[in-house]
T-cell receptor, first 115, second 118 residues
Framework: GESVGLHLPTLSVQEGDNSIINCAYSNSASDYFIWYKQESGKGPQFIIDIRSNMDKRQGQRVTVLLNKTVKHLSLQIAATQPGDSAVYFCAENRRRGGATNKLIFGTGTLLAVQP | GAVVSQHPSWVICKSGTSVKIECRSLDFQATTMFWYRQFPKQSLMLMATSNEGSKATYEQGVEKDKFLINHASLTLSTLTVTSAHPEDSSFYIC??????????????FGPGTRLTVL
């Protein structure tokens, strides 16, 4: 099926360090991207989003960078905490003409925070 | 606001039986809901888009006669897995679209339903 690819399936970081999770997307026409956090046995939780007319957006401890030239997206988490341990997915908002847009999810990165 | 619930949260059934999963938007109306399937350590794969009052749109490779979707009201969509087999065991997640959400495109996700077919 369709998917947005990720470079690193597992990322292990020390508590307090910064984390960077990367994602490559395939459709240059996509205009909106979202990062989700998913804890074990739960649904995805919205973290941050970015429109294609931006290249950077900051939230609380998180920053998303978008490079449309190479179709690359990254999520930066500052001062990573044990509670940040989860699987992180990027999602690409895919237009479908007159129908509601659909999300194409990346393969996911497991972030493991070591105390 | 924008809470989506699923029921049941987990279900175990025998092979050959049918299972119904409900997805409800609790505090907003959703003309469109989505159903995803997620196998262990894998990503979410869109199964179908459910539109209130009309037939669902299924993704390529998803059998519409096996995964029956009904979206009879603006707050409820159901997914019925018919004649379930062990390979249907998965985590099923729904989302509800709110046009008033972020960027006009936000999907609010439910907590998921764990289906185990024996």
């Amino acid at each position: 099926g369709e998917s947005v690819g990720l470079h690193l399936p597992t990322l292990s970081v020390q508590e307090g360090d910064n984390s960077i999770i990367n994602c490559a997307y395939s459709n240059s026409a996509s205009d909106y991207f979202i990062w989700y956090k998913q804890e074990s046995g739960k649904g995805p939780q919205f973290i941050i989003d970015i429109r294609s007319n931006m290249d950077k957006r900051q939230g609380q401890r998180v920053t998303v960078l978008l490079n449309k030239t190479v179709k690359h997206l990254s999520l930066q988490i500052a001062a990573t905490q044990p509670g940040d341990s989860a699987v992180y997915f990027c999602a690409e908002n895919r237009r479908r003409g007159g129908a509601t847009n659909k999300l194409i999810f990346g393969t996911g990165t497991l972030l493991a925070v070591q105390p | 606001g924008a809470v989506v619930s699923q029921h049941p949260s987990w279900v175990i059934c025998k092979s050959g039986t049918s299972v119904k999963i409900e997805c409800r938007s609790l505090d907003f109306q959703a003309t469109t809901m989505f159903w995803y399937r997620q196998f262990p350590k894998q990503s979410l794969m869109l199964m179908a888009t459910s539109n209130e009052g009309s037939k669902a749109t299924y993704e390529q490779g998803v059998e519409k006669d096996k995964f029956l979707i009904n979206h009879a009201s603006l707050t409820l969509s159901t997914l019925t897995v018919t004649s379930a087999h062990p390979e249907d065991s998965s985590f099923y997640i729904c989302s509800a679209h709110s046009p008033s959400g972020r960027a006009g495109n936000e999907q609010f996700f439910g907590p998921g339903t764990r289906l185990t077919v024996l």
